[in-house]
């Protein structure tokens, strides 16, 4: 299916207003990782993934199977950008030694790390298959949409309902 391209402005808005109204945690990845897949027509791959322990789980995805499933915090460009909590951009897959290929066509990377306050809860993990693939638009972008995620994945969430009535 071909890709319907949306700007950066209108695809943040898009997606903040939706993860606003997403009735449950799951609904709230599958649409982010859905938005931005349809949306951007150089996001090839686009997953997020959950921090269990000190392992990142792959949760929803949409691309190629990946074998990674269960990256090591410290491993992998992923798991760098756990590590140092701070988004990873990587312009050439192929000469950073840290990468874990998941398909033979990626070229660039990055890795947006979903953290709140110290704590890493999880990432956005996205491929290109073009060289060189990602701006500060993309980095603005993803981190502005991982700060929304941040109440979806804390374990100290508040319930959103009450009925003490
Ligand atoms: N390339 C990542 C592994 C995940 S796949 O891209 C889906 C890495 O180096 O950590």
């Not at 009735?23 to 938005?35: G, N, P, Q, Y």
């Not at 909590?85 to 990626?106: F, G, H, Q, W």
């Not at 993309?138 to 981190?143: G, I, K, V």
Request: contains cysteine; glycine residues 4%.
């Amino acid at each position: 299916m071909t890709k319907q391209p949306v700007d950066y402005q209108t695809i943040k808005k898009h997606i903040l207003q939706a993860l606003s109204l997403a009735t449950d945690t799951r609904a709230a990845m599958d649409l982010v990782v859905a938005e931005l897949e349809d949306h951007k027509p150089h996001y090839d791959w686009v997953g997020i993934y959950f921090l269990e322990s000190d392992t990142l789980v792959l949760g929803p995805y949409r691309g190629e199977p990946s074998p990674h499933t269960r990256i090591p915090v410290g491993e992998g460009i992923c798991g760098a950008a756990a590590a140092a909590m701070e988004t990873v951009v990587v312009s050439e897959v192929n000469a950073d030694p840290r990468y874990l290929a998941c398909s033979i066509k990626t070229r660039s990377e990055i890795v947006v790390p979903i953290i709140n306050g110290t704590m890493c809860l999880g990432e956005i993990d996205i491929d290109s298959h073009s060289p060189d693939a990602f701006t500060d638009r993309d980095r603005e972008l993803l981190e502005d949409i991982a700060l929304a995620l941040v109440s979806r994945l804390n374990p100290k969430r508040e319930p959103t309902e009450t009925n003490n009535k």
